[in-house]
């Protein structure tokens, strides 16, 4: 994957992403202004389609908090400027992009000198360019919060039973007294209690455009009473290797980045380039496996996905347009179709299983279906 990073002088927080349409009728004409933000039109779409604790008249009734909303969806879709226009209409919200997992730099190109044949690693972007360790701390500090949270609901039932009681009960000893007294100050010094969680930073912008980790990294943020986790990958399981060995061979998968391994050897040997090929898919679907640790805590997934994955070249080139008009520098249409060719493989062995939904349970997921201009052709619950 060619992706020729060092042209690139940008964040992943300052690149424009374009907008979402502003009414739901095709429009092929649809273009992105300047100031970029979701229409109201998707967000009261949506809104009333995804739970959220603050809706709840008790914390009994939340079912985990914080929750955990994931945003998938091609590069260019918009699914940044949706999570930017969902943190600011949630009260209460972080928003953790997959990018910002990515593996330090030094890390990244340690993976590269350890797996040279691996035509997917060579730059960041695919999983198993993400720090994994990283993304169980996160996770584990998120179930550190909801294990907190599920402790108040539990203290919010005993003051309610508590309550009851001491109607019946209008006479207690003094030691009675005084224990009641003792765990309602229990009680008040857990609610009082603060959860933190990790909110790392990566700037595709260091190292002349091939990035790193944020360091030092940002202090822990008080965790939130929703997390919103985006990224182009969020949502991907792996498929496991007989599944991946059979779409290889069926031809669904892989073919481009076949064709430019093909391109460029001379002579070109195409028995030991689709070995190739097919050693990097199964790698790569190997290391999604451990990404279970953060897909396996979503409570619900809205999927921003294409009418034809090809329309992903144009939107990503109109990104970049707007990012030279913006900041004067930026890739070629070239170097932009090279970028995007290495993300290819990955949506053609998982955007199926997302179209098909991730959760066994109906109603947690949300698919959101554009159309080249990015006019919404269709909103289906899953």
Known sequence: MDTRRPRL????????????PLTQEPSPTTSCPSSLQAPPTILETLLPLIPHPSRQSSLTSVPRRPLIIAISGPQ???????????????????????????????????LTRENPGNLLWRHRGQPGTHDVGLMAEVVADIKAARDHYSQLQ??????????????????????????????????????????????????????????DR????????????????????????????????LRFANG???GGLLKKVLEQEDP???????????????????????????????????HIDAEDINYVYTWRLEQERAMIELRGSGMSEEEVRNFVDGYMPGYEL????????????????????????WEILNVMQL
Do not use: H
């Not at 195409?270 to 396996?296: C, F, H, I, P």
């Open 76 to 110: 260019g879709s918009g699914k940044t400027t949706l999570s930017a226009a969902l943190k600011r209409e949630l009260p209460s919200c972080q928003v953790l992009s997959i990018d910002d997992l990515y593996l330090t730099r030094d890390d990244q190109l340690q």
């Open 252 to 254: 669904e998968v892989g």
């Open 214 to 245: 944020v360091i030092p990294p940002n202090a822990p943020v008080e965790v939130p009473e929703v997390v919103i986790v985006e990224g182009w990958c969020v949502g991907f399981k792996s498929l496991g290797e007989d599944e991946v060995r």
């Open 9 to 20: 002088s940008f964040s992943a927080s300052d690149s424009p992403s374009p907008c979402l």
């Open 154 to 211: 539990k203290l919010e039932e005993q003051e309610k039973r508590g309550g009851r009681q001491r109607v019946v009960s209008l006479v207690a000893s003094d030691m009675e007294e005084e224990i009641r007294m003792q765990k309602e100050m229990e009680a008040k010094r857990e609610k009082e209690k603060k959860c933190y969680m990790k909110l790392p930073r990566y700037d595709k912008s260091l190292n002349q455009g091939n990035g």
């Open 350 to 373: 998982y955007v199926d299983q997302l179209r098909k939904g991730i959760f066994e349970e109906r109603g947690k997921q949300i698919r959101v279906v554009l159309g080249k201009g």
């Open 268 to 302: 070109p040997r195409e028995e030991k380039a689709r070995l190739q090929v097919l050693e990097s898919l199964l790698e790569v679907d190997r290391s999604l496996a451990g990404y279970d640790v953060l897909t396996n805590e979503y409570d619900f997934l809205i």
